[in-house]
């Protein structure tokens, strides 16, 4: 079993910045693919980022390319996603995920976050 739990997530005005974090614990980190989807209301879940065992590689929506960048640090075992010039359109609940295999927007993920709410005010 792996526990992820998601944190800095929070209201900020559009142009802002927030960096989120997702702490993993119970297996080896660096064994697992990371990513971060959010779901809107009304919405279904979507892929954001995504993230290798290494960090050398990374892939992201294109709505969120040049604005938010994902990283990892193996030896916190955490991965984070900074989010830079946010948008209200960036407003969701931000859910972190880990897979033993490489993470894209239709990977069935094999852990999950409980979420962080970001909200962007116009």
Not at 46 to 66: C, H, L, M, N, P
């Amino acid at each position: 079993q792996v526990q992820l739990v998601e944190s800095g997530g929070g209201l900020v005005q559009a142009g802002g910045s927030l960096r989120l974090s997702c702490a993993a614990s119970g297996r080896t980190f660096s064994n697992y693919y990371m990513g971060w989807f959010r779901q809107a209301p009304g919405n279904e879940r979507e892929f954001v980022a995504a993230i290798s065992w290494s960090g050398r590689t990374t892939y992201y929506v294109d709505s969120v390319k040049g604005r938010f960048t994902i990283s990892r640090d193996n030896t916190k075992n955490t991965v984070y996603l900074q989010m830079n010039s946010l948008k209200p359109e960036d407003t969701a609940v931000y859910y972190c995920a880990a897979n033993s295999a490489r993470i894209t927007a239709r990977t069935i993920n094999d852990y999950w976050g409980q979420g962080t709410q970001v909200t962007v005010s116009s």
